[in-house]
């Protein structure tokens, strides 16, 4: 018999492929505590990709729409949350807020929350103004970051008071099946170097491929792996092949957890152009990987620069081979830094950590919307 006094719990989000926001929120999903909350359901919006498939392979439920190419899909969007009756409406990424902050208003479900999960510095000023209307049928935000919080109140005019900063938090986890240098054709004694993240623009995957050359001009036997999948893998491809460079260029594609990979690295590399609080980061340093990255969104919060990592200011492939070229000429630096962002990550970013936040900001919502009816 069902227990009515369990919270009910949906999500919407716009994405379909796996990336960071999609990881977390399988993760969050399938470790809500069943004495507290009824299994949830993922409301995705964009249609289906490797994101939904992973969330029917873990047996979470999910309902699939493309609105986008489908508008009147929005009704059957609507129907369908008002069949799941949740009392609480989480919404992902900027689509996905604005579509959950709609329909929480039409069928006046009793609490609404939005996320922010980045800076967002793709957004106009359309795209702030539209935010900052809609957050108003919103009844609280959550972002991952300080400053994705500071870009709300700045650019939406969005009461700082109603946004609450939860860092993300990963799993530490024994890697059972992991794979091989030689998987990827890596040869004994070749340092590698790589990152993870969907080949996207914002992701700064070009920085790489144009920091590459100095990097093999002073360690020619370099490898550069790439995970991840997205609308640039060629165009990321043909630039390695002008350079002459492509034989040192590793693109693995989408692979189900990622850490497999990372744990080949000898350097993770990040220099994503805006972001909230980066998962991949977290689990390149949870896996005691030191990092180079661009200081974007929370990433100067994450990595203490000389400590963990090795943070560039601006957005300059020649600052990133230089520091890439740093670690690699220097093993106990690297050494060092790996095992302070190991420990950094264990004490600060745990996903018990996050998970207890979330749950407790739930439970607190809930009784607040009740108490003020």
């Known amino acids: 018999m069902e227990n009515k006094n369990l919270i009910r719990i949906s999500y919407v989000i716009s994405g379909s492929e796996i990336g960071g926001t999609e990881k977390m929120l399988i993760d969050m999903a399938e470790n809500l505590p069943s004495e507290v909350f009824y299994p949830p359901c993922v409301f995705a919006i964009r249609g289906e990709g490797t994101f939904t498939g992973e969330l029917r392979k873990k047996g979470i439920r999910v309902r699939v729409f493309d609105v986008r190419k489908k508008p009147l899909q929005f009704i059957g969007l609507i129907m369908s ?3 799941d ?17 709609l329909c929480g208003r039409i069928l006046g479900i009793k609490v ?57 938090g990963i799993k530490t986890e024994v890697l059972s099946d992991t794979f091989s240098p030689a998987d990827f054709g890596i040869l ?26 100095a990097v093999l001009a002073k360690f020619p036997g370099t490898k550069f792996v790439i995970v991840g999948q997205g609308e640039l ?25 990622a850490a497999r990979v990372t744990r080949l690295f000898d350097i993770f590399v990040f220099p994503s152009l805006w972001e909230g609080c980066p998962v991949g980061v977290l689990e ?8 180079v990255a661009f200081s974007a969104g929370d990433v100067p919060y994450i990595i203490r620069d000389g400590i963990d990592g090795l943070l560039i200011s601006g957005r300059s492939s ?14 106990d630096l690297r050494i060092q830094m790996g095992a302070n962002a190991k420990k950094r990550v264990f004490e600060h970013f745990s996903f018990d950590g996050m998970m207890n936040s979330y749950v407790s900001f739930y439970k607190k919502a809930v009784a607040l919307k009740a108490k003020n009816g």
């Not at 609480?88 to 990424?93: A, D, E, G, M, R």
């Not at 893998?233 to 957890?257: C, D, S, V």
């Open 233 to 257: 893998r060629r165009n990321l491809e043909q630039e390695a092949g002008k350079r002459g460079i492509a034989e040192n260029f590793i693109f693995t594609g989408f692979i189900k957890n």
């Open 188 to 213: 004994p004694g070749q340092a590698v170097v790589g990152t993870v993240g969907n080949l996207r623009t914002p992701k700064g995957h070009i920085h790489i491929v144009e920091a590459a050359p």
């Open 81 to 83: 949350i008002k069949r």
């Open 85 to 101: 009756l949740p009392d609480i409406l989480h919404s992902f990424l900027f689509y996905g807020n604005l579509a959950g902050r």
């Open 284 to 291: 390149a340093m949870g896996q005691g990987k030191p990092c």
């Open 112 to 168: 609404v929350i939005s996320s922010q999960r980045s800076t967002d510095d793709w957004r106009r000023k359309i795209h702030w103004l539209v935010d900052g209307l809609t957050a108003r049928w919103a009844d609280f935000i959550i972002s991952n970051s300080y400053s994705g919080k500071d870009a709300l109140v700045e650019k939406s005019r969005i009461p700082p008071a109603k946004i609450t900063v939860i860092p993300n």
């Open 318 to 331: 020649g600052e990133l081979a230089k520091e890439i070229i740093k670690l690699l000429g220097d093993e």
